[in-house]
Protein backbone atom coordinates (compact mmCIF):
# COMPACT_ATOMS: atom_id res chain seq x y z
CA UNK A 1 0.00 0.00 0.00
CA UNK A 2 2.77 2.41 0.40
CA UNK A 3 5.87 3.48 -1.08
CA UNK A 4 8.90 1.21 0.06
CA UNK A 5 10.68 4.53 1.29
CA UNK A 6 8.10 5.13 3.38
CA UNK A 7 7.73 1.58 4.67
CA UNK A 8 11.77 1.99 5.66
CA UNK A 9 10.76 4.41 7.86
CA UNK A 10 10.20 1.54 10.01
CA UNK A 11 6.70 2.92 11.57
CA UNK A 12 5.16 0.86 14.57
CA UNK A 13 2.86 0.86 17.26
CA UNK A 14 -0.41 1.86 14.53
CA UNK A 15 -3.76 2.64 16.63
CA UNK A 16 -6.25 2.61 14.08
CA UNK A 17 -10.23 3.48 14.03
CA UNK A 18 -13.13 5.53 12.08
CA UNK A 19 -11.11 8.99 11.48
CA UNK A 20 -8.22 8.40 13.68
CA UNK A 21 -4.61 6.70 13.40
CA UNK A 22 -1.72 7.14 15.32
CA UNK A 23 1.92 5.63 14.71
CA UNK A 24 5.00 6.03 16.12
CA UNK A 25 8.33 6.88 13.99
CA UNK A 26 11.15 5.18 15.92
CA UNK A 27 14.42 7.61 15.87
CA UNK A 28 16.55 6.53 13.05
CA UNK A 29 20.25 8.34 12.17
CA UNK A 30 19.09 8.04 8.52
CA UNK A 31 16.60 10.69 8.82
CA UNK A 32 18.60 13.16 11.24
CA UNK A 33 21.15 15.66 9.91
CA UNK A 34 24.79 16.43 11.03
CA UNK A 35 23.14 18.52 13.53
CA UNK A 36 20.93 16.37 14.91
CA UNK A 37 17.85 17.41 14.30
CA UNK A 38 15.67 15.21 12.12
CA UNK A 39 14.60 15.88 8.42
CA UNK A 40 11.35 17.81 8.44
CA UNK A 41 10.73 15.69 4.73
CA UNK A 42 10.45 12.47 6.98
CA UNK A 43 8.01 13.96 9.09
CA UNK A 44 5.71 15.67 6.64
CA UNK A 45 5.98 11.57 5.30
CA UNK A 46 4.91 10.62 8.77
CA UNK A 47 2.50 13.24 8.61
CA UNK A 48 0.79 12.68 5.23
CA UNK A 49 1.00 8.18 5.90
CA UNK A 50 -1.06 9.28 9.53
CA UNK A 51 -3.76 10.72 7.70
CA UNK A 52 -3.79 9.26 4.91
CA UNK A 53 -4.58 5.80 6.83
CA UNK A 54 -7.13 8.16 9.04
CA UNK A 55 -8.93 9.20 6.23
CA UNK A 56 -8.86 5.47 4.53
CA UNK A 57 -11.33 4.42 7.64
CA UNK A 58 -13.97 6.98 6.71
CA UNK A 59 -17.52 6.54 4.35
CA UNK A 60 -15.27 8.65 2.25
CA UNK A 61 -11.72 7.89 1.73
CA UNK A 62 -9.80 10.37 0.20
CA UNK A 63 -7.47 10.39 -3.21
CA UNK A 64 -4.31 11.88 -1.73
CA UNK A 65 -2.84 14.39 0.28
CA UNK A 66 -3.53 17.84 -2.18
CA UNK A 67 -1.77 20.55 0.20
CA UNK A 68 -0.12 19.82 3.47
CA UNK A 69 0.73 22.93 5.53
CA UNK A 70 2.94 22.59 8.64
CA UNK A 71 4.67 24.61 11.38
CA UNK A 72 7.93 23.32 12.85
CA UNK A 73 8.35 25.42 16.00
CA UNK A 74 11.60 24.10 17.03
CA UNK A 75 14.36 21.43 15.74
CA UNK A 76 12.89 17.70 16.58
CA UNK A 77 15.45 15.52 18.36
CA UNK A 78 16.92 12.53 20.25
CA UNK A 79 13.68 10.80 20.56
CA UNK A 80 10.82 8.58 18.96
CA UNK A 81 7.85 10.46 17.40
CA UNK A 82 4.00 9.97 18.14
CA UNK A 83 2.03 11.57 15.08
CA UNK A 84 -1.71 11.88 15.89
CA UNK A 85 -4.16 12.31 12.90
CA UNK A 86 -7.65 13.15 13.16
CA UNK A 87 -10.12 13.46 10.41
CA UNK A 88 -11.94 16.90 11.17
CA UNK A 89 -14.93 16.91 7.99
CA UNK A 90 -15.07 17.13 4.09
CA UNK A 91 -15.17 19.33 1.83
CA UNK A 92 -16.75 19.47 -1.49
CA UNK A 93 -14.40 17.75 -3.43
CA UNK A 94 -11.14 16.82 -0.38
CA UNK A 95 -11.06 15.72 3.40
CA UNK A 96 -9.48 18.08 5.92
CA UNK A 97 -7.22 16.29 8.27
CA UNK A 98 -5.73 17.32 11.78
CA UNK A 99 -2.18 15.63 12.68
CA UNK A 100 0.47 16.24 15.40
Known amino acids: ?10 FTDFVVREGFCSIRLPMNDRLRFFSGAVCGQALMAAIDTAASIATET ?5 KGAVYQH ?3 LRPAANDDFRIKATMRRFGKQAPM ?4
Do not use: D, Q, V
Open 70 to 72: THF
Open 1 to 10: MFAPSIKEMG
Open 97 to 100: SIAA
Open 58 to 62: TARPG
